[in-house]
């Protein structure tokens, strides 16, 4: 694989994102900062470039340094993450920042041995990282990358099954500018060699290329057989005072979701059954909701209606106009918004 080419289309054509520092202002100096790298790729995993700009502008006006964020309260960085999904994620970012403050003064690891000894660190972010802060040469392989590689070398497999041969051939690559290559191969999937596409005739590894050669390149990666996903299903609860106030309550501590803000809810079964109301109340089906998590598609049937409070003492009640600051997940805010509360 040819790195200098890639390096040389990624100096015209770098991508301008908010937590990178571009390839002209690297060689006048300036190197990236860790947190704000880290941050990034904690935000990416599983999420768009598009989605994530808005969460970490919020969160790096909230928290510009990572004592900052290691000091705010959990519940704070839950409110700020909700919709961005996967919400172990910002318990494990939480942790993380306490970890760098208390046990590394708040310097971040520089090899993706030491990121990697860190809560909600794996190996790709740990080489990610080391590589675009700190110019280690280890290959950092996402799911950009997966694709791409699977184009160069024409993979006739699923890219899980060869995953360790790509990561080596990959390795083998990695230049001096680690951290930049890096950078150059995940925008070369993220512009050039798209899912649905791929543009040739301007990527810089048009002539190794071996699906270019054969004229079919979107044919890879080749897809592995998909399970089928189970479905669930429940029943959500949506109750206001007389005021108006919605009743919330916070998930259990551990689990799906956890610490997440939700308005009550059944099991969620195979079946769901009819519905063991919380209240006695004139209750209004107002509709389902259906939510894919990543392992199970989730349908719950949504109930609303007027009580009295009493009997309601562990969670609390928000007026309609402060549900955009709770911690409430996309799943709760579908339900809010079929009961007629967006």
């Given at each position: 694989m040819?790195?200098?080419?890639?390096?040389?289309?990624?100096?015209?054509?770098?991508?301008?994102?908010?937590?990178?520092?571009?390839?002209?202002?690297?060689?006048?100096?300036?190197?990236?900062?860790?947190?704000?790298?880290?941050?990034?790729?904690?935000m990416?995993?599983?999420?768009?470039?598009a989605?994530?700009?808005?969460?970490?502008?919020?969160?790096?006006?909230?928290?510009?340094?990572?004592?900052?964020l290691?000091?705010?309260?959990?519940?704070s960085?839950?409110?700020?993450?909700?919709?961005?999904?996967?919400?172990?994620?910002?318990?494990n970012?939480?942790a993380?920042a306490q970890a760098?403050?208390?046990?590394?003064a708040?310097?971040f690891p520089?090899?993706?041995?030491?990121?990697?000894?860190?809560p909600?660190?794996?190996a790709?972010?740990s080489?990610?990282?080391?590589?675009?802060?700190?110019?280690?040469?280890?290959?950092v392989?996402?799911?950009?990358?997966?694709?791409?590689?699977?184009?160069?070398?024409?993979l006739?497999?699923?890219?899980?099954?060869a995953?360790?041969?790509?990561?080596?051939?990959?390795?083998?690559?990695?230049p001096e500018?680690?951290?930049?290559f890096?950078?150059?191969?995940?925008?070369?999937?993220?512009?050039?060699?798209?899912p649905r596409?791929?543009?040739?005739?301007?990527?810089?590894?048009h002539?190794?290329?071996?699906?270019?050669?054969?004229?079919?390149?979107?044919?890879?990666?080749i897809?592995?057989?998909?399970?089928?996903?189970?479905?669930?299903?429940?029943?959500?609860?949506?109750?206001?005072?007389?005021?108006?106030?919605?009743?919330?309550?916070s998930?259990?501590?551990?689990?799906?979701?956890?610490g997440?803000?939700?308005v009550?809810?059944s099991?969620w079964?195979?079946?769901s059954g009819?519905p063991a109301?919380?209240?006695?109340?004139?209750?209004?089906?107002?509709?389902?909701?259906?939510h894919?998590?990543?392992?199970?598609?989730?349908?719950?049937?949504?109930?609303?209606a007027?009580?009295?409070?009493?009997?309601?003492?562990?969670g609390?009640?928000?007026?309609p106009?402060a549900?955009?600051g709770?911690a409430?997940?996309t799943l709760?805010?579908k339900?809010?918004?079929?009961?007629?509360?967006?």
């Amino acid at each position: 694989m040819d790195s200098a080419a890639v390096l040389a289309w990624y100096d015209h054509h770098a991508r301008e994102l908010p937590w990178r520092v571009s390839p002209a202002d690297r060689r006048a100096g300036l190197r990236p900062d860790p947190y704000r790298v880290w941050l990034s790729e904690i935000m990416l995993q599983q999420t768009t470039v598009a989605a994530v700009k808005a969460y970490f502008l919020r969160f790096t006006a909230l928290w510009p340094r990572v004592h900052d964020l290691a000091a705010a309260p959990l519940d704070s960085v839950l409110r700020e993450w909700a919709g961005l999904g996967y919400y172990a994620r910002a318990r494990n970012l939480h942790a993380c920042a306490q970890a760098v403050v208390r046990d590394h003064a708040g310097i971040f690891p520089d090899t993706a041995a030491g990121l990697q000894a860190l809560p909600g660190i794996g190996a790709y972010t740990s080489a990610a990282i080391a590589a675009i802060c700190f110019d280690e040469r280890v290959a950092v392989l996402d799911g950009n990358l997966d694709r791409v590689l699977a184009r160069y070398y024409a993979l006739k497999v699923p890219v899980r099954e060869a995953k360790e041969a790509l990561r080596g051939a990959l390795q083998l690559a990695v230049p001096e500018r680690a951290g930049d290559f890096a950078q150059a191969m995940m925008d070369l999937g993220a512009t050039i060699c798209a899912p649905r596409a791929a543009m040739c005739l301007v990527c810089p590894l048009h002539d190794g290329c071996e699906a270019r050669r054969e004229g079919e390149p979107t044919r890879y990666p080749i897809k592995p057989q998909k399970a089928e996903r189970p479905v669930r299903r429940g029943h959500a609860f949506v109750m206001q005072d007389a005021a108006g106030d919605v009743y919330l309550q916070s998930r259990p501590a551990k689990g799906l979701l956890a610490g997440m803000t939700e308005v009550p809810t059944s099991d969620w079964g195979e079946l769901s059954g009819d519905p063991a109301f919380p209240l006695v109340a004139d209750w209004r089906h107002r509709g389902q909701v259906v939510h894919v998590f990543t392992h199970f598609r989730l349908e719950l049937d949504v109930w609303s209606a007027v009580v009295a409070p009493d009997g309601l003492e562990t969670g609390w009640w928000a007026a309609p106009e402060a549900l955009g600051g709770e911690a409430l997940p996309t799943l709760f805010r579908k339900v809010l918004a079929a009961a007629g509360l967006d």
